[in-house]
Nanobody, 122 residues
Framework: VQLQASGGGLVRPGGSLRLSCALS????????VGWFRQAPGKEREFVAG????????RYADSVKGRFVISRDNDKNTGYLQMKSLKPEDTAIYYC????????????????WGQGTQVTVSS
């Protein structure tokens, strides 16, 4: 199983980006999907998670109301729609797949993408 994250870039404060996470070598429907981020000098932190069915989601308090996680199992792809971006959202964003029920714990995610850089700056 491999994950490929894409969609990052440079955006102004208040702008939007949509990240994608494509899974190959397996079926995305078998996994919960999580998005994490890591800023320079900081630990990796949970951003959002979605159950395999897509019916349950959870978010870090810092992104609630601004980010939306979703998935399309037919396309084997997960998404993170980010709006009202702030400079403090600047980080490398990672998607991950978990064979556990959806959760916010990095160690419970089995597969990781390579990360995509998101920079929010004027």
């Amino acid at each position: 199983v491999q994950l490929q994250a894409s969609g990052g870039g440079l955006v102004r404060p208040g702008g939007s980006l949509r990240l994608s996470c494509a899974l190959s070598g397996g079926a995305l429907s078998s996994y919960a999907v999580g998005w994490f981020r890591q800023a320079p000098g900081k630990e990796r932190e949970f951003v959002a998670g979605i159950a395999w069915s897509g019916t349950m989601t959870r978010y870090a308090d810092s992104v609630k109301g601004r980010f939306v996680i979703s998935r399309d199992n037919d396309k084997n792809t997960g998404y993170l729609q980010m709006k009202s971006l702030k400079p403090e959202d600047t980080a490398i964003y990672y998607c991950a797949a978990s064979s556990n029920p959806y959760n916010s714990v990095p160690q419970k995610h089995d597969y990781w993408g390579q990360g995509t850089q998101v920079t929010v700056s004027s």
